[in-house]
């Protein structure tokens, strides 16, 4: 598994700890959610990239 190093701004970072610990009771788990949150991200913006390799 890849490892990516991601600098987050202080409140986006305050904002995935609180809902980490909501949804587990833990801090674990992060790496799980930003995951999520990545895939479904590039899962709705990969139409932009293809319009820009259509041009």
Known sequence: MGR???YLPDELEK???EFVFRKTGSFRGQSEIAVEAIR???ENHKHEIE???NK
């Open 4 to 6: 990516v190093n991601v």
């Open 15 to 17: 904002s995935l700890k």
């Open 40 to 42: 479904e991200y590039l």
């Open 51 to 53: 319009k820009s390799e």
